[in-house]
């Protein structure tokens, strides 16, 4: 199996998904030897690629891209037994450009809370670490709520197989999303390798600032609203003020945020320099002096979907005092000091004890260690190598040994009046799905016989003659379905598009649990012409209430239930009025009464420069939010016949500007 993973969203400077990506990624490079790896990264992400341990030469020494630490340089591929490259990295401006390398890959991987592009007719994995915008909503930016709002139940609902970190996030994503629990897996983080890797010994050689107090507490975090920095300054000024002499140091690590915490700011304001420091851009050896030396973690935040600093401590036998979150009992078992979040007295109690009772801090410490043996990535990379496979046969056999009901009879309407020659082609896509259970129609222009080879292909074929040009009526579906006793028909148009290999697959499996909507609607790519795929015919659901229909409503993408949509009336009576719009139609209508079954799978890949501009006014006078094509021909085609000379000449362009002509580009040359 060829694993595709989506790195494009990863930069060289960030938190902690960077280093949990590098260190996820590069132990699933060195364990899983049997699968290929496609590593589609952003031109400012390829640093951290290259210092992934596993692509280094053999014989380097091992630095993870996420350690810290300067790694060797990375040369590009290393190949299995047999000769061929095991590991590829593939540069890309943009996730779109994936579409371009579709042959690739089998499963699609998205481990950075993102499963795009849309890729959808194949396995997929995707990673999302916790939903905090369910809980904590005012932490957010207008902009950032609606994107979470609408991105992350997408992820959830789309890919094969969810994992999150935590069976808190597990069960707050089933809940809140309905999901299948079956979906849902659980794979734990780990601390950094460089922090638990004690190739050095701990002591001031690996601290090279500003004396460390003898005695501190430490925050390892960036200054997020919900990671509750003022609660923990709110303790130091009560201790101070108790007994000033034996206050307690604390020091931050972490950047200030737009919208977050001005920690440097109310260290000031509060006259706490003397006792509070941060510091930023620490090296991992570093940090783990800080861990090493400190008297305790103190964690006083109000959510965490995992808990990366609670994992580490114990891993560095660093005791812990945090807030009494789930995510955090399940992390830290009985090896920390729980207080309740957003008490300050009940931290300060804490912080105290732990200073006056050295037993205790050892006898923390020691259940630290015990507790963090059962976080590694070695054993989180080997549950992504079953994680990948279980998802592969879920995504082929959906059912898998559980009863189901016999398979629906799917009627596919072949139009090949507006392209007579590209009949054979659409039905070969309809065949390569190998659904058995499936009639085939096609309908002739004029006195024009069906071709040889169709027949031959499918000796039960039938052909009509139809003189009328253009996407089908509902009456001419409608026949389809009384001659074949079909159980769900829908048209595919010649010369216009194809069936995905796994289309049929995915509408029956949908309708097998889905039994009482007359109306069911799939997602297409769009190219242009014989250019690459770049954009996805869907419905969008905004996470506000709001949808919108995005791209087209392509033929290939509905299919109906002709029985339940006759015992609907409302249904009926719209087929009845409508004209050549009728599907658009007849999907809002569908929509707004319940009665769409909505299908998160590819299931046709199609020519927008094919649709003539009849069709595209139509659809956008019905609110669809069409691709403007005015003429019928692609725009920006010759600036896209320049790429393969401008994209190396922009490697020699600082980074910024190469995000910003990415940017343009995009604009210039879209459809």
């Not at 260190?23 to 990264?41: H, N």
């Not at 992820?155 to 809940?175: D, G, K, N, P, Q």
């Not at 069936?499 to 790519?525: H, I, K, N, Q, Y």
Request: overall charge positive; some cysteine.
């Amino acid at each position: 199996m060829r694993i595709g993973v989506n790195a494009v969203p990863l930069r060289t400077h960030g938190g902690g998904a960077r280093y949990v990506f590098a260190e996820l990624i590069d132990r699933l490079l060195a364990i899983d030897t049997q699968r290929r790896y496609v590593l589609f990264a952003h031109p400012l992400a390829m640093d951290v690629i290259r210092g992934l341990s596993a692509l280094q030469p053999r014989g380097a020494a091992e630095h993870p891209a996420g350690s810290g630490d300067t790694a060797p340089p990375a040369r590009a591929h290393f190949a299995s037994g047999n000769g061929a490259p095991r590991v590829r990295v593939i540069e890309v401006a943009c996730e779109e450009e994936i579409f371009d390398h579709l042959d690739a890959f089998d499963l699609f991987f998205g481990p950075l809370n993102n499963l795009q592009p849309r890729i959808y007719d194949r396995p997929t994995v995707a990673i999302l670490h916790d939903i905090q915008e369910h809980f904590y909503p005012q932490y957010f930016s207008p902009g950032d709520l609606a994107a979470r709002r609408e991105i992350y139940p997408e992820i959830c609902r789309s890919a094969t197989t969810l994992v999150t970190i935590s069976e808190f996030c597990r069960r707050t994503m089933i809940e809140r999303f309905s999901l299948d629990p079956q979906r849902v897996e659980v794979v734990y983080n780990a601390p950094q390798s460089g922090l638990t890797r004690h190739d050095r010994p701990f002591g001031e050689d690996t601290w090279s600032r500003e004396p460390l107090p003898e005695s501190f507490f430490f925050y390892p975090a960036n200054c997020y609203p919900h990671k509750n920095h003022a609660l923990l300054l709110d303790g130091l000024e009560r201790m101070r003020a108790a007994d000033p002499a034996s206050a307690p140091h604390l020091v931050f690590t972490g950047f200030e945020i737009d919208g977050g915490f001005p920690l440097r700011n109310e260290i000031c304001r509060r006259g706490l320099q003397s006792h509070a420091r941060v510091y930023e851009d620490l090296a991992i050896a570093e940090l783990r002096t800080l861990y090493h030396r400190a008297a305790a973690l103190v964690m006083p935040t109000r959510f965490e979907g995992f808990g990366m600093p609670a994992v580490e401590a114990l891993a560095m036998g660093c005791p812990i005092v945090c807030s009494d979150l789930p995510p955090l009992r399940e992390i830290c078992g009985d090896a920390a000091l729980f207080v309740p979040c957003d008490d300050a007295a009940a931290l300060t109690a804490a912080m105290q004890r732990l200073m006056r009772d050295p037993a205790l801090r050892v006898d923390l410490a020691a259940r630290g260690l015990k507790q963090a043996q059962r976080f590694s990535w070695d054993s989180s990379a080997r549950r992504f190598m079953d994680i990948f496979a279980a998802a592969a046969a879920r995504f082929s056999d959906p059912g898998g040994s559980a009863p189901r009901p016999a398979s629906p009879r799917i009627g596919v309407l072949v139009n090949g009046t507006l392209a007579p020659d590209a009949i054979e082609p659409a039905v070969r896509s309809i065949l390569r799905n190998g659904y058995t259970n499936v009639a085939i129609r096609v309908v002739l222009p004029d006195d024009r016989p069906l071709p040889t080879a169709v027949s031959a292909m499918v000796p039960a074929v039938s052909a009509v003659v139809e003189r009328k040009s253009g996407p089908a009526a509902w009456p001419q579906l409608a026949r389809f379905s009384d001659d074949e006793r079909l159980d769900l028909v829908g048209e595919m148009i010649a010369g216009r598009s194809s069936l995905t290999p796994t289309a049929l697959m995915s509408l029956a499996d949908a309708a097998s649990r889905d039994a009482d909507s007359p109306v069911l609607l799939g997602e297409a790519w769009q190219r242009i012409g014989s250019e690459p795929v770049r954009s996805v015919a869907r419905l969008r659901e905004l996470g506000d209430g709001r949808w919108l229909l995005h791209g087209f409503i392509h033929a290939e993408m509905l299919f109906v239930r002709p029985r339940l949509l006759a015992a609907w009336a409302e249904g009926a009576a719209l087929l009845h009025a409508c004209g050549a719009d009728w599907r658009i139609r007849l999907v809002r209508l569908a929509r707004q009464s319940g009665r769409l079954c909505h299908i998160r799978r590819t299931f046709a890949v199609c020519d927008v420069s094919r649709i003539p501009f009849a069709e595209r006014a139509a659809a956008a006078a019905c609110g669809v939010e069409v691709i403007h094509l005015p003429d019928g021909r692609p725009t920006g085609g010759w600036l896209r016949r320049l790429k393969p000379l401008l994209k190396p000449a922009s490697r020699i362009l600082p980074g910024a500007w190469r995000v910003q002509g990415e940017r343009w580009w995009r604009r210039l040359t879209r459809a």
